[in-house]
């Protein structure tokens, strides 16, 4: 527990809680705003170091790029005046006249070969030939010399008739067909319409060392002309490493630059079609279809600040460790106390809570008992070692240790009750839950636990279960009772109705029997009255009326005391014969609506769905005035549903459900394993509804 366990009980000072916090704060914030400053500016300084390089790069070949397009242009302003000079020359008559003529003479041949020499010799051109319009070569300069670069016949003709059709010299493009697949370029001068003197350029010996002079120590230089070329570029780039030319053609990926910024010339940085990041400049060379550019690898210009970057970068990730270790230094302290003050404050917590809390080692001892568990054991010591077994009850002790151990060997948690010896003696009956505790790291440290006294919960739950036991004997008393008055109810419907099956066949089958008979006589008697006795004889037709509504009265008794037609004909046509009766007597109109058959049905259940439909009928006649009533008769799921209902004046819904009518048809329903719903409403009706399972 350290220091702090010894001195949990004391309290520091909010002050002095909160100013070593906020001055550890302020040191790690002033040491990171300070690392920060510091990258920031190193980063600054880098940034602007960088982009003034770039920009001397960009200025670099800016002025390259305009100086080559100046001399490029000079240069063939210079081979257009050669061709001025052609033109001008004596020696044209002499052309045509050879140009004119299918055999060429001696004389005209040797000037024309002194003036192609000469020019030759004064302005280094290859090749000079005079050509006809088919492209046949009439005179040339080295006849003799098998190495000599010659353009094919169709180059010539092309060349030749494009010279008569301008009548202008003009000097054609960069081109690879030569015979020694190198570029070249001519100077074409017309003769008339007859033909044209074709001067033969060597690139090499004019074009390339503009594009190959250029001042300066950078090794990646390098100039290129580039034209388009339908829908991509055709590129004559000199290689200065390997002293080769080609031609390369390459398509235009994403937006081409405007016409209008090409010819203006402009700078950027970007990758060329090695892939690599470069620095160029593209300048239009005026009269011609070409740009030049002038270029040099990202890379070597970025190299003198790249390795400033590397050194600034260094010095500003020790000042950032030395920063990160002072700030490390700092909140490992704050952590510290932290950490103390948490201890002490856990230690203060742990005594203050009514619980009983504990801690364990490793080495199973118990390191830490708070207050409230010292003063129920009676001890006055935080920790309990390896003695706590001591105060468990005997017959517990072995199951408790048992299950220590086992937690312990799988290092997981677990919940007990047992029984612990109280300072006074007592033996006490507590719950204990156990967890096991673990290091940021994963490493095992013990177990914390808590106990709570359920003494007095137990007896409670000892006293609950007695009184439930006792509240369950009562219940089962009272459904006991309650299924012998159900029982006694049904029997004595059964009698009720055994007794008016009695009845109803006494009335039917001896009183009515006898009325008959008297009715009989009486009409007998009547016979024998003479005429003249005209009051005799009217008394006996009063006599023999009487006696027929007597009858008619005890056939309705007996049919409602016993309705014979259910037994006889169903429970459907009792229904309608009951309904058409009410209807007859009470002069108000009920549909009945069946669905399905009910031949099934057992007597008693039929016999109790006509009694209701009978009480039901009558207490419509009775209370609701009515103009008109319903009986529905269904069958769902092996459920029979009975629906008496009427548009009477209704009633407000009491919800005693008193009266003797309805009592009568809840204990039916009752007896026979239903349910029976009442529902009124002032002003909307009365409707009952029973259901009964079949």
Known sequence: MGEAGKHHGQRKSPAGDRIPGRLGRVLIISLTFWSLAAVAAVWRYYTVQKRAIEEAAMRETSAVAAGKSAQISNWRSERIGDGHVVMSSPVLETARRVLSSRATAERDRANLQDLMRRLADAFLYTDISLVDLDGDVRVRLNEKSAAAPEYGIESRKELARRASQIHEEFLSELTQETSGRQPRMALVAPVTDLGAFILDIDPSRFLYPYLENWPGTIRTRQCELVRRDGDGLLTLNTNLHAGLVAFRHRAIHGKSPPEAMLDAGFTTRGVDYRGVPIIGTARWIPNSPWYVIAKMDAAEVDEPVRRLGWEMALATALIGMANAAGAGLIWRNQQAR?????????????????????????????????????????????????????????????????????????????????????????????????????????????????????????????????????????????????????????????????????????????????????????????????????????????????????????????????????????????????????????????????????????????????????????????????????????????????????????????????????????????????????????????????????
């Open 338 to 694: 932290i950490h103390r003050d948490r201890e002490a404050w856990f230690y203060a917590a742990a005594n203050d809570t009514p619980a009983y809390l504990w801690m364990s080692s490793p080495a199973q001892e118990n390191s830490f008992v708070n207050k409230p568990l010292q003063q129920f054991l009676g001890i006055d010591r935080e920790s309990l070692a390896d003695t706590w077994p001591d105060y468990v009850h005997p017959e517990d002790a072995p199951r408790t240790r048992a299950s220590y151990a086992a937690a312990m060997e799988q290092k997981r948690g677990y919940t007990d009750e047992f029984r612990v010896r109280r300072f006074d003696g007592e033996y006490r009956t507590v719950a204990g839950e156990v967890v096991p505790r673990f290091s940021a790291t994963g490493q095992f440290l013990g177990f914390a636990g808590a106990l709570v006294d359920i003494t007095g919960r137990r007896r409670a739950e000892e006293q609950l279960r007695a009184t439930n036991a006792k509240l369950e004997a009562e219940l089962a008393e009272t459904v006991r009772k309650e299924k012998e008055i159900q029982a006694l109810s049904a029997r004595l419907i059964g009698a009720r109705e055994e007794e008016r099956r009695r009845l109803a066949h006494e009335l039917h089958d001896d009183l009515n029997q006898q009325i008959a008979a008297i009715s009989i006589g009486v009409g007998n008697l009547k016979l024998r009255i003479p005429a003249v006795e005209t009051a005799a004889r009217a008394q006996s037709d009063r006599i023999h009326q009487k006696l027929v509504d007597l009858a008619e009265a005890v056939r309705r008794m007996s049919h409602e005391l016993h309705p014979a037609i259910l037994e006889y004909r169903g429970l459907t046509a009792a229904l309608r014969a009951c309904s058409n009766e009410f209807t007859a007597m009470t002069h108000i109109n009920v549909a009945l609506k069946t669905d399905g058959s009910f031949d099934d049905v057992p007597s008693s259940t039929a016999l109790c769905i006509y009694r209701i439909t009978q009480e039901a009928l009558q207490n419509v006649a009775k209370h609701a005035r009515a103009e008109s009533a319903q009986v529905e008769l269904g069958r769902t799921d092996g459920v029979l549903c009975l629906k008496v209902s009427d548009n009477g004046i209704g009633m407000q819904p009491t919800g005693d459900g008193t009266g003797l009518g309805l009592l009568s048809m809840k204990e039916r329903v009752r007896v026979a394993g239903g349910t029976v719903e009442f529902w009124s409403e002032p002003g909307k009706g009365t409707a009952v509804t029973v259901r009964v399972p079949v």
